[in-house]
Structures are given as structure tokens and as C-alpha cells.
């Protein structure tokens, strides 16, 4: 199957890597957030870590490169690997909470 069938405009947006200045700024935003409702004590979202102690940035990262498979690499990371990684520590916190 050629892969003129589907049309270039398909192709090339599947293989388009390049990001926009305002894309890359959202998500350095929406990681900064998740670190820091990761690291503070206030927030609600991930109690159960926290009662753990264990909201450090070794969990952080192993938590990055089990949902998402890849390395914690800045100039790497999409949307995509973001909407993994949020329901990963969701998932993570909530798994805690369970007991055995």
C-alpha cells in the first residue's frame, strides 16, 4: 500500500515534530504545576503520596519514565506524554490509598 493512497497532508502530520513557541510554553506550565502539587504540602490532589512521604523527585521521575517510556528530557516531551503521566499520579495515588 503506498502511503499516497491516504493523501501527503495525513503523512506529513504524523511525522511533523516541530512545536510552536505558545505549545511549548503550555507545557513547560502544566509540568511546573504537576511538579509543584507534587512537592507541596497544601495541595489536595495527591494526599495519599504525601501521607506516604513519598512525593520526592526520584518517585517523579520513575513514575515519568514507567507511564510514559521515556527520559524526563524537556525539549521531548508532547501533550501526549503530559495526559499519560497526569493519569499515571492519579493512578498511583489512588493505588496507595488501597491497602493490600
Known amino acids: 500500500m503506498s502511503i499516497w493512497t491516504c493523501g501527503i497532508r495525513a503523512f506529513s502530520r504524523k511525522t511533523k515534530g516541530d512545536m510552536s513557541v505558545e505549545d511549548r510554553a503550555r507545557i513547560k506550565k ?4 504537576l511538579a509543584l502539587e507534587w512537592d507541596s504540602q497544601d495541595s489536595g490532589r495527591f494526599q495519599n503520596v504525601k501521607k506516604a ?16 517510556h521515556k527520559e524526563l528530557e524537556p525539549t521531548w516531551i508532547n ?8 493519569a499515571g ?4 495515588n489512588k493505588k496507595i490509598a488501597t491497602p493490600r
Not at 502544566?30 to 504545576?33: P, T
Not at 501533550?79 to 497526569?86: G, L, N, Q, S, V
Not at 499520579?89 to 498511583?92: F, P, R, S
Open 53 to 68: 512521604k513519598w512525593n520526592n523527585f526520584e518517585t517523579f521521575e520513575w513514575l515519568w519514565q514507567k507511564y510514559t
Open 79 to 86: 501533550f501526549k506524554d503530559i495526559r499519560k503521566f497526569e
Open 30 to 33: 502544566r509540568m511546573e504545576n
Open 89 to 92: 499520579l492519579d493512578y498511583y
